[in-house]
């Protein structure tokens, strides 16, 4: 039972000694008071629900649809981020002229061959690259030219698992970047997935490539260098060795490219490195990576000169890997 209070009609002085108390069942309050309080609430809530089904609907629905070739871990969760209008297409699988938008191409780097013969000439401007490593040689060759790519520093660590983004202590605002003419669409998609990306030019963009590209040739040869060893362990124990390699091969990238690095380059790749410590190190698809450092060794020796990567070169070969 609950106590309400009826007012009897009175002049203003015997108002409060007017009030009755009276013995009401909880359940009859509603009644009492008119549904129309808690329709409204009902209403409220419902209205609620409604709009945010809506504004979920609406980010969506700014995704613009894509190809995508390549069905695993990066190629899953790219398609999840979509609005179901999404063309997944598996590696060998030839790209439709019939389906307008961009082609995202999330294969493995010796896998770009083959997609690039099944795909029409006429869509390769459509093409979007995710793949780490240096590129450029590849585009030239195939003539190209400034075609769009993505620098994906998230992480899918199961297929079916949302990605993990990898933002860092020096970049907490996050490190994935896009280029080209469909890099806006990508980073919208890329932001309904809860990630972070940023759109950059072209200059801005080779920058942030070459520093990726460092970090991975840098990290996976010094672990190469002690088995078993994870990024962060090569982070955190092997922090010398490491750090000379960077600087060293920063030096060979500036002075091949003509550019220049940012401040801090060190510390913003070993903060990337804390933030996926779990990482195993390994020195793979050579010729896209460590490859490309190599390669500048080797004309060096064959203009006679200087090696602009002694140590890398070293390491390789202690390695066993050249």
């Not at 439709?96 to 997609?115: A, H, Y």
């Not at 590209?213 to 088995?227: D, E, K, T």
Request: charged share 25%.
């Amino acid at each position: 039972m609950a106590n309400l209070f009826t007012l009897s009609p009175a002049s203003t002085p015997s108002f409060f000694r007017k009030i009755t108390p009276v013995s009401v069942p909880i359940s009859k309050i509603p009644k009492l008071l008119g549904q129309s309080h808690f329709s409204s609430a009902r209403s409220t809530h419902s209205s609620s629900f409604a709009m945010a089904a809506a504004a979920t609907d609406t980010t969506k629905n700014r995704v613009v649809p894509a190809i995508i070739v390549g069905g695993g871990r990066v190629g899953r969760a790219l398609q999840d981020m979509g609005n179901g209008d999404d063309l997944l297409i598996k590696r060998g699988d030839s790209v439709p002229l019939d389906f307008d938008g961009p082609i995202l191409v999330c294969t493995r780097n010796d896998d770009l061959e083959g997609v690039l013969q099944l795909t029409p000439q006429s869509r390769w401007t459509d093409l979007v690259f995710f793949q780490n490593g240096m590129l450029e040689p590849w585009f030239h060759n195939k003539g190209l030219g400034e075609v769009d790519q993505v620098l994906a520093y998230f992480a899918v660590a199961k297929l079916g698992e949302a990605p993990i983004d990898g933002k860092t202590d020096t970049n907490p605002e996050g490190l994935t970047a896009a280029f080209g003419k469909w890099a806006s669409a990508i980073a919208e998609r890329l932001r309904v997935g809860g990630l972070a990306c940023k759109v950059l030019d072209k200059e801005a963009f080779q920058k942030q490539m070459l520093e990726k590209l460092i970090w991975i040739s840098a990290f996976m040869l010094v672990g190469a260098r002690h088995p078993g060893a994870t990024v962060g362990i090569v982070e955190k124990e092997y922090r010398s060795e490491v750090s000379d390699l960077i600087a060293e091969l920063a030096s060979a990238a500036a002075a091949e490219k003509g550019l220049a690095f940012e401040e801090g380059l060190e510390e913003r790749l070993c903060a990337y490195s804390r933030a996926v410590a779990h990482f195993p190190t390994a020195v793979k698809e050579f010729k896209w990576r460590n490859g490309w450092f190599y390669s500048l060794s080797e004309k060096a020796t064959s203009e006679s000169k200087p090696d602009p990567c002694p140590l890398h070169t070293a390491w390789l070969k202690e390695s066993k890997i050249v």
